[in-house]
């Protein structure tokens, strides 16, 4: 077994402010998203926040997508984590990039569960302890 799962970590800077206090943009572009990435969606649901912010999480057949702003700094994180060989996380980003509209961003990807993620893990806890 090569990992249970791909998670896909989006960070993006300079976004456009007024999609990032939209709940109901943010989830269509976190739709979109999954759609494009081969993933189905089961369920959206979305938080909004004082000062201005808003969580939104797409529950997905194959694992989920979360998104978090902060309209003020114009900042967004996102995740999509996919189990299974459908769903492809990579697929998620050139809709992820059009709906926030950012000036930077930065991606990294991360296999869940795979042996040299528990061995990195393991060793920098020990460390710690």
């Given at each position: 077994?090569?990992?249970?799962?791909?998670?896909?970590?989006?960070?993006?800077?300079?976004?456009?402010?007024?999609?990032?206090?939209?709940?109901?943009?943010?989830?269509?572009?976190?739709?979109?998203?999954?759609?494009?990435?081969?993933?189905?969606?089961?369920?959206?649901?979305?938080?909004?926040?004082?000062?201005?912010?808003?969580?939104?999480?797409?529950?997905?057949?194959?694992?989920?997508?979360?998104?978090?702003?902060?309209?003020?700094?114009?900042?967004?994180?996102?995740?999509?984590?996919?189990?299974?060989?459908?769903?492809?996380?990579q697929l998620a980003i050139k809709s992820l990039?059009?709906?926030?509209?950012?000036?930077?961003?930065?991606?990294?990807?991360?296999?869940?569960?795979?042996?040299?993620?528990?061995?990195?893990?393991?060793?920098?806890?020990?460390?710690?302890?």
């Amino acid at each position: 077994m090569e990992a249970f799962g791909r998670h896909l970590l989006l960070e993006m800077w300079d976004c456009n402010r007024y999609i990032l206090n939209d709940p109901e943009k943010i989830t269509q572009i976190m739709c979109d998203a999954a759609n494009d990435a081969g993933a189905t969606v089961v369920k959206s649901i979305y938080h909004e926040f004082d000062p201005p912010g808003i969580t939104a999480v797409a529950i997905l057949s194959e694992s989920h997508i979360s998104v978090h702003t902060w309209p003020i700094e114009g900042y967004v994180a996102v995740d999509v984590f996919t189990c299974g060989t459908v769903a492809d996380p990579q697929l998620a980003i050139k809709s992820l990039l059009e709906g926030f509209e950012p000036k930077e961003h930065t991606s990294v990807e991360i296999k869940r569960g795979s042996p040299y993620i528990k061995e990195t893990m393991l060793s920098k806890v020990s460390s710690v302890t």
